[in-house]
Each structure stands twice: as C-alpha cells, then as structure tokens.
C-alpha cells in the first residue's frame, strides 16, 4: 500500500519554543492530508485538514494560530507548533488521501511524540 | 456528534482464540465504517470497511457486519495468531465520500503463544 513518512518520530522542546513536524507521501501525490492528535488511551481527534495550495481547514476548538499547518507540494505537509507549552505534548499523526482510491482511502504516518518540558 | 464507542482494552488472548472487539457508534445520515489496525512501530493501516447497512468487511480473516438496527460494527476473528497483536481502532466518516473520519479510542489486543 502507499507510504506516509511523519518527521521526527519524537521531540522533546523547551517550553516556548516552537516544533514543526513533517508528513511526506512517499510514493503518490496527496492533494489532502489530515493532522491528529492523540492523547493516552483517547481517541484520534481530527485537528485540521490540509489541502495543497490553499489554507488548511480546522477544527472547532484547534486555535490556527497556534498549529500552523502548510501544504505547499503534494508530498508534503507540515505542522508547527509555536511557543509550544506543556499541555501542548501529545501524539501527532498525519495521514494523507490517495486521490487515485475511493474518498475513504487514507494512509496514516508512523506518529510523532511531542515532548514540551 | 459522531461518536464511536469501542470495547476497552487492553485485551490478552491464546493463539487461536476467538476474538470479538465491539464497536457501536452514533452518526446522522448513514456512514461508513472502518477498521484500523495499528502494529508495533507503524502507521495506522485500514483493515476493512463497510460502506451500508448489512454490508460485511472481511480481511485477513478479519470480519466485521455493519449493523443499523444495533448501530454496531464489531470485529471477529475465528483464530488468532500472534501477529495480530496491535491495537484496533473503529471509525466511522459520516458520509461517503467525506473524508473526516471519527475514531474510537483503540483496544490493544495481545495474544500469547
């Protein structure tokens, strides 16, 4: 099946700074791409949709301003936490859409633990 | 909302066992429903699916019935074996073709030898 790549698998940061992370689809085009974030023992939970070459579409409750999302190639998309705090520590995951599969094909990355101290 | 309420884990069992994992959810319209399947060290991977009532999603050996009447979709397998430690999850996107998918919290599953 296709390859989604998340990088770095984990990061620990220093609170106030910021953190970008990277989903690449490895070996086809995503127009749209998907960023969650998953806390212990709860469920993924949709922040924000990424479409290539316009802004991303967020979630109720996830503040733009904070999780800066950028979808400028179709391989690749990113998230940057700025001035991360504490609270901001958790599981990220990206995912990607496969244009060429139905609406409901998605490829999911690996994850990237988010460690602000 | 959507929701999706799956059975809490973790959950340990013999190779060969039977597995049940239930999932019921809570939609609008009527959506599609989705197995995920997450190894050690991987991305989540799609198991199976169903798109309408009645429909059965089978993979791997994997089965899950879409269920309207009890709004269920829970997974089966006849025999385990011990690579399908991972943990599962249910999901749901509340209509075809829309891409927002809403998770259940995930069950680890580990079998023993």
């Known amino acids: 099946g296709a390859v989604v790549s998340q990088h770095p698998s984990w990061v620990i940061c220093k609170s106030g700074t910021s953190v970008k992370i990277e989903c690449r689809s490895l070996?086809?085009?995503?127009?749209?791409m998907f960023w969650y974030r998953q806390f212990p023992k709860q469920s993924l939970m949709l922040m924000a949709t990424?479409?290539?070459?316009?802004?991303?579409?967020?979630e109720q409750g996830v503040e733009k301003d904070k999780f800066l999302i950028n979808h400028a190639s179709l391989t690749l998309s990113t998230l940057t936490v700025t001035s991360a705090h504490p609270e901001d520590s958790s599981f990220y995951i990206c995912?990607?859409?496969?244009?060429?599969?139905?609406?409901?094909?998605?490829?999911f990355g690996p994850g990237t633990r988010l460690t602000v101290l | 909302g959507d929701s999706v309420t799956q059975m809490e884990g973790p959950v340990t069992l013999s190779e060969e066992a039977f597995l049940t994992i239930n999932c019921t959810y809570t939609?609008?319209?009527?959506?599609?429903l989705f197995w995920y399947v997450q190894y050690p060290g991987e991305g989540l991977q799609l198991l199976l699916k169903?798109?309408?009532?009645?429909d059965k999603g089978s993979n791997k050996g994997f089965e899950a019935t879409y269920r309207k009447e009890t709004t269920s979709f829970h997974l089966e397998k006849g025999s385990v074996q011990v690579s399908d430690s991972a943990v599962y999850f249910c999901?749901?996107?509340?209509?075809?073709?829309?891409?927002?998918?809403?998770f259940g919290t995930g069950t680890r599953l580990t079998i023993i030898p």
């Open positions: 999901a749901l996107s509340a209509d075809f073709g829309n891409e927002k998918l809403t």
């Open positions: 990424s479409n290539e070459g316009s802004k991303a579409t967020y």
């Open positions: 995912s990607a859409r496969d244009p060429r599969g139905r609406g409901d094909t998605q490829y």
């Open positions: 939609a609008t319209g009527y959506p599609s």
């Open positions: 169903a798109t309408k009532a009645d």
């Open positions: 070996d086809f085009q995503a127009t749209t």
